[in-house]
T-cell receptor, first 114, second 113 residues
Framework: NAGVTQTPKFRVLKTGQSMTLLCAQD?????MYWYRQDPGMGLRLIHY???????AKGEVPDGYNVSRLKKQNFLLGLESAAPSQTSVYFC?????????????FGQGTRLTVV | LAKTTQPISMDSYEGQEVNITCSHN???????ITWYQQFPSQGPRFIIQ???TKVTNEVASLFIPADRKSSTLSLPRVSLSDTAVYYC??????????????FGPGTRLSVLP
């Protein structure tokens, strides 16, 4: 049981380049989330999904797009990377059962935009 | 969306009990309280979740008073490995849970030898 797997673990981009981060979960969770975490800061919610084919904006969605074509995968795209998007990106998934909503996080993707 | 307030940092010594309090004055009827732990360079890890009174698991206890406007995470006999950032989250776990899954700055706990 792998849990939540993020690909890639590290990436360096030049300003203006595009890339896609992949998040895969094998727990059949309905909810999936993308966060960014800047040094010494808490996590900020970028986008989330409550089920296959659905996505919604979080706190800081500008500059990012997402897709959830399959229940197990949640993709985060940067169309034109900017240095301000240098951060560690975390993906998470969870169920939605009242009183039992533990979220599982991936190991993170460290992105540097130069 | 219930806003939470936690101390920015706390220090403790090995073997002591640590209590971290989170204030959430505008918590809604359907909201649950959840705590996560994060080590450097890792994603957060679920610790405990509760709705009211007291919840205990093998790692921690969560105390929630009757008015639910605050909660206290209790870590018994901490060790150096408990040094981490602890986050308190409050949100409705049904329906629009996703938009409520928002982390604040958390409490940075440092356990000293």
């Amino acid at each position: 049981n792998a849990g939540v797997t993020q690909t890639p673990k590290f990436r360096v981009l030049k300003t203006g380049q595009s890339m896609t981060l992949l998040c895969a979960q094998d727990m059949n969770h309905e909810y999936m989330y993308w966060y960014r975490q800047d040094p010494g800061m808490g996590l900020r919610l970028i986008h989330y999904s409550v089920g296959e084919g659905t996505t919604a904006k979080g706190e800081v969605p500008d500059g990012y797009n997402v897709s959830r074509l399959k229940k197990q995968n949640f993709l985060l795209g940067l169309e034109s990377a900017a240095p301000s998007q240098t951060s560690v990106y975390f993906c998470a998934s969870s169920t939605w059962t009242a009183g039992d909503t533990e979220a599982f996080f991936g190991q993170g993707t460290r992105l540097t935009v130069v | 969306l219930a806003k939470t307030t936690q101390p920015i940092s706390m220090d403790s010594y090995e073997g002591q009990e640590v209590n971290i309090t989170c204030s959430h004055n505008n918590i809604a009827t359907n909201d649950y309280i959840t705590w996560y732990q994060q080590f450097p360079s890792q994603g957060p890890r679920f610790i405990i979740q509760g709705y009211k009174t007291k919840v205990t698991n093998e790692v921690a206890s969560l105390f929630i008073p009757a008015d639910r406007k605050s909660s206290t995470l209790s870590l018994p006999r901490v060790s150096l490995s408990d040094t981490a950032v602890y986050y308190c989250l409050v949100g409705d776990v049904r329906g629009n849970y996703g938009q409520n899954f928002v982390f604040g700055p958390g409490t940075r706990l440092s356990v000293l030898p």
